[in-house]
């Protein structure tokens, strides 16, 4: 078992109040995104928001490396920069189960994850970027779909959009287009709660929005500078409740994520889908993501320079070696508790949902 102290174990939506948006130090332009009207958009946004503003005379961004890994990391997480997508980005990934296929608008993510799942994924200090392009980025998606199949698309894998929506607007625009299509569905996931400038908007049902959320020892522990599970669960309710614009709300979901076995865990996650029932207490289309903790050597690697205090346990000792078809591992939790803990999640949600779909346990 994991060891972690126990910090506020109920979790309410009740008096609740907003997270403070991020405001990065430094917006950075390059001379590409600035020649894109979506990047003139951007712009625009930071402009009212009185935020330090610098353009770069080239398309490279520099000026983010410290004196070592960790300077690095706070001077690249306090950066907003703004770029084009490179054509690399145009070529899609599959992205079972959560998706057919991943798309990006922006990459990294504002805040502090200590079990960061883009540690060792993305190269380089780990700024946020944000793509110009966004318009082309859009029209690249049809060329993925099927003739009269439904085709979904995860916008979340490599940034948390809502975190820096109101940076950008990128995300309202993604699901204005969703919105239009017939054939073609939008996922995203998120850690925060600014979600009202999404509430009008006409999805017409193709946008499911999910929260990431997690037990009140880990939430409140690992997960620096997000939202409150209490506040995610809290914008989740907005979400789903309908509305005059459209006649209906979002679609929604929980990912719970990343589950660990600490000590009381049943306890602790029973306290959060009470929490959790609290603020779906309506009829609404829910699914629920289960999704274990693991790591990778690498991203161990990364972790510990970024988070060099952290109580995350990635001792290898503990868990079983999980292998992909490329021959990279995975450190997992070993069979039985695996199976403990699914049995658990499965019983909870469809003794309190049972109308609510369980996508996927990994």
Not at 260 to 278: K, T, V
Not at 339 to 359: C, D, G, S, V, W
Request: some cysteine.
């Amino acid at each position: 078992m994991i060891l972690l102290s126990t910090t506020k174990d109920h979790v309410s939506i009740s008096d609740t109040q907003p997270t403070k948006l991020w405001m990065p130090e430094r917006v950075i332009f390059t001379p590409a995104a600035l020649d894109k009207p979506w990047g003139q958009n951007i712009l625009t946004r930071v402009q009212s928001l009185n935020l330090p503003i610098e353009e770069l005379p080239r398309n490279r961004l520099t000026g983010l490396r410290g004196e070592d890994e960790r300077d690095t990391y706070n001077i690249a997480k306090r950066t907003l920069a703004v770029v084009t997508a490179p054509p690399s980005k145009f070529k899609l990934s599959p992205i079972p189960p959560s998706a057919d296929w991943q798309f990006h608008i922006a990459e990294g993510c504002p805040a502090h994850c200590q079990y960061c799942y883009l540690a060792g994924s993305l190269s380089g200090p780990p700024v946020i970027r944000t793509y110009a392009n966004l318009p082309q980025i859009l029209e690249n998606l049809a060329a993925y779909e099927r003739l009269e199949q439904l085709t979904t698309y995860e916008v979340s894998c490599y940034t948390d959009p809502l975190g820096i929506e109101h940076l950008t607007g990128s995300l309202a625009e993604c699901i204005r287009y969703f919105g239009m299509r017939t054939d073609a569905h939008l996922r995203c996931v998120s850690k925060f709660d600014a979600v009202d400038g999404l509430l009008n908007l006409p999805h017409n049902g193709h946008t499911r929005f999910r929260m990431s959320v997690n037990a009140a020892p880990i939430s409140g522990r690992f997960e620096g500078g997000t939202a409150s599970v209490a506040s995610r669960l809290g914008a989740l309710r907005k979400l789903a409740l309908p509305r005059e614009s459209d006649g209906g709300g979002y679609p929604v979901g929980l990912v719970v994520a990343p589950i660990m076995p600490i000590d009381d865990w049943q306890m602790h996650y029973g306290r959060l889908f009470d929490a959790i029932s609290e603020a779906l207490d309506m009829d609404c289309d829910l699914t629920f993501e289960l999704i274990s903790h693991r790591f990778t050597p690498g991203s161990k690697e990364v972790l510990q320079t970024w988070y060099p205090q952290s109580k995350l346990d990635m001792d290898e000792a503990k868990r079983s070696v999980k292998r992909n078809k490329f021959g990279g591992i995975k450190y997992v939790y070993d069979a039985d508790t695996m199976k403990t803990m699914k049995r658990f999640f499965t019983n909870e949600i469809q003794r309190r949902f049972p109308n609510a779909e369980i996508l996927y346990w990994t």
